[in-house]
């Protein structure tokens, strides 16, 4: 690369030194040219940066009102909340199911044990027919410690003596 200065005379209207640079294979470049591409480009870049902040500041403070509303509304309550404790969990559930129930054809018998000791289908045998006629002798067995108070049959009416 050979550097050759020509004189300082204004060429064209412009304040820039004219300089010649050879570059081997390149031939003569002007570094007026060169300073006139780079300033194109900036100028470009700032054109584009423009473009970039207008539309992602909107873009931002839409999700920053999106987030700011889900907060007021709720909406991230649960995860602002410390989780229960199992104890507590444990306590509130038994409250909500009864612990004795009345199963016709049956009796009374306590539901924890019934869930415990049967098969949801075993369960749903006997409240659909009503006894337990159509259960198995094993689930008949394990029915037995269930139950709190059997089902009173109606006695039949004895027949009195025709006088």
């Given amino acids: 690369m ?49 473009l ?6 909107p873009v931002g403070a839409f999700f920053l009102w999106f987030i700011v509303a889900n907060f007021k509304l709720g909406a991230f309550d649960q995860l602002m909340q410390p989780k229960p404790s199992a104890a507590a969990e444990s306590t509130s559930q038994p409250q909500n199911a009864p ?6 054809g049956v009796g009374k018998v306590n539901v924890a044990c019934v869930q415990s000791n049967l098969s ?25 410690p ?6 009173s049959l109606p006695s039949e009416p004895t027949a009195s003596p025709k006088q």
């Fill in 120 to 144: 949801e289908d075993a369960i749903l045998k006997m409240v659909q027919n009503g006894g337990t006629e159509k259960l198995t002798a094993e689930e008949n067995t394990k029915l037995e």
């Fill in 52 to 57: 970039f902040y207008l539309v992602w500041i």
């Fill in 99 to 104: 612990a004795e129930t009345t199963i016709p």
């Fill in 2 to 50: 050979v550097l050759k200065k020509t004189s300082l005379k204004k060429e064209g209207g412009s304040n820039l030194p004219s300089v010649n640079l050879k570059i081997a294979g390149a031939g003569v470049v002007k570094i007026k040219d060169l300073l006139a591409k780079v300033l194109v480009i900036q100028r470009i870049s700032s054109l584009l940066s423009i």
């Fill in 146 to 151: 269930c139950i709190v108070e059997k089902e």
